[in-house]
């Protein structure tokens, strides 16, 4: 009776563990931020952003990296705040789209 009440024990402490990880685990975010990065460092070796651009892009996905820390902070991400570093990524995607085809140059 005791060793399955002990083994009962342990499987919820780590099921409670296991639940705790996931609702701060953002791997979604995680992946579209090192696509992004990737794409930032392509237009800057390919040329097609210019140091300053390249500057701005990197300090946008700054601003994503302290949203998701904000949102890890607590123990807990929501649906909403998903939704709001979704939507920052989303604009941060357009600008760098944007920067690396505007024609400009190093």
């Given at each position: ?16 563990a ?18 992004q ?7 800057k ?9 390249a500057?701005r ?15 890890k902070?607590?123990?807990?991400v ?6 709001a570093?979704?939507k920052?990524q989303?604009?941060?995607s ?9 024609g400009?140059?190093?």
């Open positions: 009776m005791n060793m399955s009440i002990r083994t009962l024990i342990a499987a919820a402490v780590a099921t409670l296991v639940s705790a990880f996931a609702q701060t685990n953002t791997p979604v975010a995680d992946q579209r931020q090192a696509n990065a990737a794409r930032i460092q392509n237009g070796a390919s040329g097609a952003l210019s140091k300053r651009e500057a892009m990197e300090a946008g996905q700054a601003k994503v990296a302290g949203m998701k820390a904000g949102a902070a607590d123990g807990k929501t649906r909403a705040e998903r939704r570093i979704q920052e989303n604009k941060q357009r600008r760098i789209y944007r920067q690396k085809h505007d400009n140059k190093k």
